[in-house]
């Protein structure tokens, strides 16, 4: 069975994912990450292998930790320990010291029970596929197993929380005076940092979610649960709300009213005052399969391109590096700056999207009637076969609802690839149509693929 899925290692912890479990995968990454052409020259300059670990709140995160910088320094690599942190900050710092690699310790939006293990390369991006193939394999393999003054140090990381805030700050083009936000940092890695970050930009803040115990992670709050977050801007009156989830690599919002804008209004409002600004490259957006077909449309209007790619901010990334594009994202708020970040950061979006709210003194609906939403109705089915997506039928189904629909909508079927279902999406324009087609094809789901 494959370890990695589409974001790392994930788990129930102390289920699939143990303590055990997590040492031979950091022992396994010092093995790939910590060999090779470059950590040859780095040993040879007299530099120790390096890597940074951070966690967000969650109980099992101590344990977790724990054994991957155990695993780490057993095997050689010096440890930087900056505790709870935004997985952003984690690649961000990766980049900042020139590391040789980080871990990440997360389950990001997933319920407190759970857990996970991301890991960044040099320069604080994911690995490619092969590499973490490598990794897997190397879980059952040899250890570095260095003795006496070849084991690594694990180290606290003192000013890795300044440093992030000093770089989410110098890329701002404009100052948030006069604008209130409610922040809901989902009790997770946000909770000490975000808040600080958005003062400092001059913001007034009202804070929500921001007292994790290690069990409350994303429950009822964060960007999972909206609901929280629109009755709290209505209360105090604040001008929008910004809602990460558990890591914060993640960032949607809602506006004065409390409707909610998503990654792909975010993406929109960014994409265009980008391109206002000069700084989009090529006039290109790199959005994937999931996002709306407002957002082509808008963007189609605007004289920009739209380049998809499959469901992961990893396969984002991966086409903006390709191309040097400048901007790129998911509709769940993954949003990648890659003038400032090497992932989606939630921080860098909520700061950037306020300041075009103050640069260009407009509210957040304002800058979102940019883009028109067309209706979407997503069904999870679960207790069936994800393997099995290509089944004939289904297959048949889906083309029969996609000439149904033709240029007025689409239809997605997709096997998730961090949990157990598969997953129907349709768009349409009326939102009666879009959830009888879904319904449909989600009961021939079930029918074909049930276990």
């Known amino acids: 069975m494959a370890l990695f899925g589409t974001d790392g290692v994930r788990g129930l912890a102390n289920g699939p994912l143990t303590a055990d479990l997590a040492l031979s995968l950091a022992q396994a990454t010092a093995v790939v990450l910590g060999q090779g052409r470059s950590a040859d020259a780095r040993r040879a300059s007299g530099k120790r292998i390096t890597a940074v670990v951070a966690r967000d ?45 980080g871990v990440m310790v997360s389950a990001s939006h997933n319920p407190a029970p759970d857990n996970g293990i991301k890991i960044f390369a040099r320069g604080g991006v994911k690995l490619p596929d092969e590499v973490e193939q490598r990794i897997e394999f190397a879980v059952a393999g ?69 007292d994790p115990d290690g069990l409350n992670i994303n429950d009822g709050v964060g960007s999972t649960h909206l609901d929280h977050l629109a009755e709290q ?38 994409a265009a005052a980008m391109q206002d600004r000069g700084v989009l490259r090529d006039d ?15 963007m189609d209007a605007r004289g ?24 790129g994202g998911e509709q769940s708020g993954h949003v990648i700056m890659s003038d400032f970040a ?49 089944d004939p039928v289904v297959s048949a189904a889906v083309a029969e609802a996609t000439a149904e629909l033709g240029s007025s909508g689409r239809v997605l079927l997709r096997a998730s690839g961090t949990e157990p279902l598969v997953r129907v999406m349709v768009e349409a324009e009326g ?18 693929l049930a276990l």
């Open 342 to 390: 090497t992932t989606g950061d939630g921080l860098l979006t909520g700061l950037h999207l306020m300041a075009e709210m103050a640069r260009q003194n407009k509210t957040l609906a304002e800058l979102a009637s940019i883009m028109t939403v067309f209706p979407q109705v997503l069904v999870n089915v679960t207790g069936v076969d994800r393997t099995r997506v290509a």
């Open 142 to 210: 040899p250890k570095l197993l260095p003795t006496g003054a070849d084991v690594g140090r694990i180290r606290r990381f003192a000013d890795a929380e300044d440093r992030y805030v000093v770089h989410l700050l110098q890329s701002l083009p404009h100052r948030l005076e006069g604008l209130h936000v409610v922040l809901d940092c989902a009790h997770g890695a946000a909770a000490g940092v975000s808040p600080e970050t958005f003062r400092d930009a001059g913001a007034q803040v009202t804070v929500i979610g921001a």
């Open 57 to 101: 709140p969650r109980i099992s995160g101590e344990f977790l930790a724990s054994a991957v910088a155990a695993g780490l320094a057993s095997s050689g690599v010096d440890v930087l320990d900056a505790g709870v942190l935004p997985t952003p900050s984690l690649a961000f710092l990766v980049a900042d010291i020139d590391a040789d690699f």
């Open 431 to 448: 939102i009666d149509d879009a959830r009888r087609i879904a319904d449909r094809l989600a009961d021939v789901v079930r029918e074909r």
């Open 304 to 327: 920009i391109r739209v380049v998809q790619t499959g469901v992961g901010d990893r396969y984002v990334l991966e086409a903006m590096n390709q191309n040097d594009y400048s901007l």
């Open 284 to 298: 290109t957006l790199v959005a994937t399969v999931m996002s709306n077909l407002g957002l082509h449309r808008a």
């Open 233 to 270: 801007v209505l209360r105090v009156g604040a001008d929008l709300g910004i809602a990460h989830d558990g890591d914060a690599d993640r960032c949607l919002a809602v506006d004065a009213a409390g409707r909610t804008i998503d990654g792909d209004q975010i993406m929109a409002i960014l």
